[in-house]
């Protein structure tokens, strides 16, 4: 067994199984989703190793993958839900300046356009329209800021930070305080 890549990202995440000949459906987060097969074996969170031996597409970023060593159903119904990694060092560089890779925003310090520190990106989400930055905040909740030009103008990896201009108000003292309330018993936010 290999270890989990130390700087590992998140290639794509093993569904169901598809048929009875080991093939198991594949939602990749590649931008073309086929490249999965490009970056040699690819590692589960054990350090499991996943070689690609056939894959096709079935519709937008989902695949059916048959992998090394699953020789049917079975085997292939262990594995939903498991999540497949490669080193970072196996990616290509981003083609233009304004691309990143979301592993590679995930710990950077956010700081306002002002030097006011805000706390730091734990996730890149996208629900549907653009990307989104989830930044963490000391002792507040986590906030999603929209990763566009406007709203983070810089983005420094050398520096580990990115300085964003967030929406009027967002940041506001009492959104903050109303963001520390407590929730209710059932789990709605008290006025």
């Known amino acids: ?12 995440e093993i569904g169901a199984a598809h048929g009875v000949r080991g093939e198991v459906r594949v939602k990749a987060f590649t931008a073309d989703p086929q490249a999965i097969a490009d970056y040699g074996p690819l590692v589960d969170d054990r ?15 989902m695949l059916v993958v048959r992998f090394e060593g699953v020789p049917d159903r079975t085997a292939a119904e262990r594995l939903t839900r498991t999540k497949l990694y ?5 990616l290509p560089e981003p083609d233009d300046e304004d691309e990143f890779y979301h ?15 805000i706390g730091s990106v734990v ?9 989104l930055l989830e930044v963490a905040r000391p002792g507040l909740r ?6 566009s030009k406007a709203v983070v103008p810089t983005v420094d990896l050398t520096a580990r930070r990115v300085l964003v201009d967030p929406p009027a108000g967002l940041l506001d003292d009492a959104n903050a305080a109303a963001d520390a309330a407590p929730d209710g018993p059932d789990g709605i936010d008290q006025p």
């Open 1 to 12: 067994m290999t270890d989990t890549p130390t700087n590992a990202v998140l290639l794509a």
């Open 47 to 61: 350090g499991r190793r996943y070689v690609v031996t056939a894959l096709r597409p079935l519709k937008d970023d």
């Open 86 to 90: 490669v080193d970072r060092a196996a």
């Open 103 to 117: 592993a590679d925003l995930v710990g950077l310090d956010v700081v306002s356009v002002d030097g006011t520190p």
């Open 123 to 131: 996730a890149v989400a996208n629900f549907g329209a653009d990307d």
């Open 142 to 147: 986590s906030i999603y800021l929209p990763f």
